[in-house]
């Protein structure tokens, strides 16, 4: 199983970029799949999720009403849409996937996910 994220880039600040992870393989069905981002010296951070049950979805409060997680199954394809950037979501954006239901629960905590793709730069000017 692979996940390729891509997208991502420089942007002034307020406005927009998307990034997206495609995941590949095995035959791999997520039952969560997130976006973490992570800054230097610091933790990586939970930013939205997605699970398959009820296609709920979750974000940190820090980018609520600002970023759309949204999933294609038919691409097997997870994006995040980001409007209204700051220079403060300036970070490394890592897509994470897992396959089991029982300890979705913990979907902002990165222990909890199996597979990672390698991350792509968002740069957020002011």
């Known amino acids: 199983v692979q996940l390729q994220a891509s997208g991502g880039g420089l942007v002034q600040a307020g406005g927009s970029l998307s990034v997206s992870c495609e995941v590949s393989?095995?035959?791999?069905?997520?039952?969560?799949m997130a976006w973490f981002r992570q800054t230097p010296g610091k933790e990586r951070e939970f930013v939205a999720a997605?699970?398959?049950?009820?296609?709920?979805?979750y974000y940190a409060d820090s980018v609520k009403g600002r970023f759309t997680i949204s999933r294609d199954n038919a691409k097997n394809t997870v994006y995040l849409q980001m409007n209204s950037l700051k220079p403060e979501d300036t970070a490394v954006y890592y897509c994470?996937?897992?396959?089991?239901?029982?300890?979705?629960?913990?979907?902002?905590?990165?222990?909890?996910?199996?597979?990672w793709g390698q991350g792509t730069q968002v740069t957020v000017s002011s």
């Open positions: 994470a996937a897992d396959a089991r239901p029982d300890t979705a629960a913990y979907y902002y905590q990165p222990r909890f996910y199996t597979y």
């Open positions: 393989g095995r035959t791999f069905s997520p039952y969560v």
């Open positions: 997605w699970k398959r049950a009820g296609r709920n979805t």
